[in-house]
């Protein structure tokens, strides 16, 4: 087969201020075939989509090309001007971003879009614009009346779609696609995953695919190029990837996968959750909570309607009459596809938000019918948050220690040296040790697991009974979740407060929890023991969602 | 999980649950009092706006302006008010800039006449902000029915055209000084700032760790102004220049319309009495322009300021020069 790109000893820096440039990128070497379809895996800050940006000539500054060479086609690219670069363009390599759907501009339709491009690039004559665009929308499996569209109207994954055809309008040899699928919801990736598939068969063209999740890349490609650290400490075909790894990261990478439909289920770190155990806990907890007061939490009946934006508009049903207890010490996992109305529980559970009918209580408190402060402030001692991105859950300018120290003084009669002692401790629950110096510092110098500790931390002050997690792991690596579901279910136990886990990620969900809520478009469509629902799913919705992970099979 | 372009590369520290994400680079930052902290973090800020070549150009020339009227009792040839030099001769060597149809020496007129000026901008700038940042920070915050009736007395402060409001009030409170300059200035001055603080508090309010504060107990005013305020100070402070520039020039604008005090010496009143002689008749042009100058030289620093304050705001902006 004829080699469409080589990537010669190809080093990527960014240049900082007052620092020594960062290696993103070192000494990487590769080639690919005409019509290959490769993956590229590797954790956040890798440098995989620094590469991807590099083989494009994508990269800006501060990021700079330092060594090597990618030779397109025999052609050396980093040394073509811009102007050489917008023709090569043409028939030569394009990219699908993560962010894709939000690069196209709201106020052009799409047709617009696509007339921008033979416009700028005269591929395609006048009379053949409207055909030739038709065309390539019905490619992606999209209907041509959203050319007439403007994205704003489009879903996301609508609008993904529109993006990777924008992409093939210039007919390219080379598609570089930077996660895809990332931004998008659990069902919906899954359908572009399946079109970006077709489309490389179809179309022939030689594709690379970037991705954290190795999941989704063996299933779609043929080889696969790890990355750690800026280097590439593997290159294999995906079956041997499977079958024979031999880099120790490439077998960690692994290891941190597993079928939430599987009898058993462990990943490194996490013990794993038989069925003894989890109705051990359950049963077990009732009995001591006579001398305190009963902190279970009971809804009944919940729904919450949002009102038209817009009139002439239907209103929203959020919520439709959900019912579920929480007993002390339980772990309920509440999973669905987004717009399921997850989130809505929880706000209305945290007295965010209040529900349009039915009740909601917590021990004899009335948590749907608070008003005052101090209500909401007392349940919010009880009840505590763990929140879906600890980038932005943390105020970037206050130390750890003042971010912990806030809700003790609130919520605790606590002051001066016992706060300070007790916020060290906090640090120390969750494992972030030496404390004292993990209580100096800001969030920045902090990386995503250990910002997700602090959160925690925060949440655990005011000796909640129980905690509400929204997702909590989903911004974090594969291999630094293990340790935060680890930790929660710990701290589940052995403080024992009640979980309510909120993911839409079925393996975890297996993992740290003893019961299940399937929740589509507001309404319950099953519920049960985790490992029960999850191995034997009843509901189609069920069904669908496990179909959705991408398992650990190359695709034959 | 990558995220968008130019980040990505720039958080290849961020990895590794447990071990250090910034190794030996980190400073410990044990023990460090927040004064400590705060001074780290102006000297920082400090040093990213001087790091703009035109806000260095800015802050040189604010900064020219604001020594030469602080040492203008040393610095100035003559008393200002002093009339006893000959009236009205051009520049000459014994007085730089000419002289006053009252026989008073104009250079030393100007370095005085900047210390009225320059404070009134200072001050109309920092009470200004002061106003928007209250007034627009719980605007942002907080919603409910006030909300809507602060947001109505703002847009009723954005619609009235300034100047003629300007022009009623100092004439209304005339021989008030510049106390009453100052009011009217902040009057009219502070509900574009509100305007700006208010948008961006309602997109601070919405991130995780607001809310999160909601969580740790966190009374409102103790969320907007620890969790928020300190967020959006790079604004704020555009904000005072922006305000501060506008003050110089409303300043010098009403004092040339006379209504001011017009025995105090400044910029403004120069102008005014440099009018009302007919200096350009008379030829005495240094009269007319050398005021006019030096405020819009004033004006000018602080604009340019703001451009080195956007990149504080604005990481995007720091990163590299695309």
Known sequence: MMELLRVENLSVEYDSPDQEPVKAVEDVSFSLDQGEFVGLVGESGSGKSTLGFAVTRLSKPPARISKGRVLFGGK????????????????????????????????????????????????????????????LVEKVGLQDSVLNAYPGELSGGMRQRVSISLALALEPKLMVFDEPTTALDVLVQHE?????????K??????????????????????????????????????????????????????????????????????????????????????????????????TGVSKIYPARKRGEDSVTAVNNVTFTLSPGQSLALVGASGSGKSTIAKMLTGVERPTSGNITLGGRRVDQMKRRKDLRSLRSDIQMIFQDPYSALNPLHTVEYTLTRPILNYTDLRGDDARRRMLELLDTVGLTPVEQYAAKLPHQLSGGQRQRVVIARALASNPHVLVADEPVSMLDMTLRAGILALLDDLRVRLNVSMLYITHDLLSARLITDSIMVLNKGTVVERGQTAQVLQHPENDYTIKLLDAIPSLRTQA | MTNSIVSTGMQTSAQGDGNDPQGPQVRTARGQNPVLRALEVIGKGFRTVWEVPKARFG?????????????????????????????????????????????????????????????????????????AVLVGLSWGYIRSFAGEFVGFIVNLFLVIPSLPLMIIIAAYLQ????????????????????????????????????????????????????????NMLSLIINNFFGAATSGALSEAGLEFLGLGDSTTVSWGTMLYWAQNNNVILTGQWALLLAPGLMVALLAVSMTFINFGVDRLSNPRLREGKA
Not at chain 1, 192 to 200: K, S, Y
Not at chain 2, 77 to 104: C, M, R, V
Request: charged fraction near 20%.
């Open chain 1, 192 to 200: 572009v995953m399946g079109t970006i598939r077709e489309l490389q």
């Open chain 1, 76 to 135: 050396d690219i980093t040394t073509l001007s811009q102007e050489e670069l917008r023709r090569q363009r043409c028939g030569g390599f394009a990219m699908v971003l993560q962010s894709g759907m939000n690069a196209l501009n709201p106020v052009r339709t799409v047709r617009k879009h696509f007339v921008d491009i033979y416009k700028a690039h005269g591929n395609v004559e006048k009379k053949d614009y409207e055909a030739h665009s038709r065309q």
């Open chain 1, 202 to 299: 179809q179309e022939g063209f030689t594709a690379i695919l970037i991705s954290h999740d190795l999941g989704v890349v063996l299933e779609s490609t043929q080889r696969v190029l790890v990355m750690h650290n800026g280097r590439i400490v593997e290159d294999a075909p995906s079956e041997r990837i499977l079958t024979d790894p031999q880099d120790d990261y490439t077998k960690m990478l692994l290891s941190h996968y597993g079928d939430p439909r599987a009898e058993h289920v462990s990943v490194p770190g996490l013990k794993p959750r038989d069925e003894a155990a989890a109705s051990g806990s359950v049963g077990g907890t009732p009995s001591q909570a006579d001398d305190e007061e009963d902190m279970t939490v009971t809804v």
């Open chain 2, 59 to 131: 802050l040189i020339l604010l900064a020219l302006i604001v020594l030469s009227t602080l040492f203008a009792p040393w610095l100035s040839p003559y008393d200002p008010k002093a009339g006893d030099f000959e009236a009205s001769i051009g520049p000459s060597a014994q007085h730089w800039l000419g002289t006053t149809s009252n026989g008073q020496d104009v250079l030393s007129q100007l370095l005085w006449g900047g210390r009225v000026s320059v404070m009134v901008a200072m001050v109309s700038g920092l009470l200004s902000t002061c106003i």
């Open chain 2, 175 to 230: 021989n008030g000084g510049m106390s009453v300059i100052i009011l009217v200035i902040v009057l009219t001055g502070w509900a574009w700032g509100s305007r700006v603080l208010r948008s961006q508090t309602q997109s601070l309010r919405s991130r995780d760790f607001v809310t999160a504060a909601a969580f740790s107990g966190d009374s409102s005013w103790r969320i907007i102004f620890h969790e928020i305020f300190p």
